[in-house]
């Protein structure tokens, strides 16, 4: 699959469709949109709850088109692994012979924290499928709680800059370096202000396979510094191109 522009983009089929209730000018519908345009194949998507699974899936509504499982916090990974394992038995079974692609999206609290066992399980042991972590550095679904994403001396609602504290005390953990120790054959950062980025990362994604060790991870940075008030108090201003998605 070639390069697309974004003008290209704009002539294909979205896998996610618009009228979700993210907030609005929110970076995670773009980066979906773009990452799932990256493959022309049929996609399954597994989602840990956060801010895209619960706006992408109000009752009675849905934004999907394409096969979707919510999953719990924790296991979003090991949903879309058992996804792939399920469709590898039944392509050697002869009852499958369709080429897919299976795609994990989880926000950092579920990717960083809760969720890193099943995903450091599902990259080990070699699943074909992609992860993207939508950091945001926070835990923003349920209210802005400091994860280990989040920058060293960001005020959140866990961790408030005042008379007691500074903001967050520790530094956030570099997850695509994690992800790189597992001997993945694609790691990725990517932010939506670099207007093709997280359609090429997929791309990439996507495209590389190595025997025996096929899973990526792509992380991407969204930036939330309003929310958790970064810029005001302690951190650096103006990180507009802070958000990382890490394969
Ligand atoms: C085991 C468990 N603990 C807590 C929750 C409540 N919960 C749902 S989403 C969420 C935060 C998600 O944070 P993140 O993964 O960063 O996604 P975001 O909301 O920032 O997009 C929490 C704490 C839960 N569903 N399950
Ligand atoms: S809180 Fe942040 S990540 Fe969540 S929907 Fe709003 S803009 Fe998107
Ligand atoms: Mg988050």
């Not at 849905?62 to 058992?82: E, L, Q, R, Y």
């Not at 835990?139 to 959140?156: D, E, K, L, P, V």
Request: hydrophobic share 35%; with cysteine; net charge positive.
């Amino acid at each position: 699959m070639s390069t697309r522009s974004i003008k290209d983009l704009t002539k294909l089929e979205p896998k996610m469709a618009s009228g979700h209730r993210l907030c609005a000018g929110c970076a995670e519908g773009i980066i979906a949109r773009q990452v799932l345009m990256a493959t022309d194949k049929p996609v399954a998507v597994a989602n840990a709850t956060g801010c895209f699974e619960v706006s992408t899936s109000i009752y009675p509504y849905t934004s999907w088109k394409v096969p979707w499982i919510h999953t719990a916090f924790g296991n979003g990974a090991a949903t879309c692994a058992g996804l792939e394992a399920a469709y590898q038995s039944l392509k050697r079974q002869g009852k499958i012979t369709d080429e897919m692609r299976f795609v994990s999206f989880a926000g950092d609290g579920a990717t960083y924290d809760i969720g890193l066992q099943a995903l450091s399980g599902a990259m080990e042991r070699g699943h074909h499928m992609m992860h993207v972590c939508f950091n945001n550095e926070a835990y923003m679904n349920t209210g802005i709680q400091r994860s280990s994403a989040t920058q060293f001396g960001a005020s959140t609602t866990t961790s408030p800059a005042g008379s007691v504290i500074p903001g967050k005390g520790e530094y956030s953990k570099d997850m695509t370096m994690v992800m790189i120790a597992h001997d993945i054959p694609y790691a990725a950062q990517a932010s939506p202000p670099q207007l093709e980025g997280p359609h090429r990362q997929g791309r990439e994604g996507f495209r590389v396979r190595r025997t025996g060790v096929p899973e990526r991870h792509i992380h991407m940075s969204q930036g939330m510094e309003d929310r958790q008030r970064l810029g005001d108090i302690h951190g650096p201003a103006g990180r507009s191109d802070l958000c990382m998605a890490s394969l």
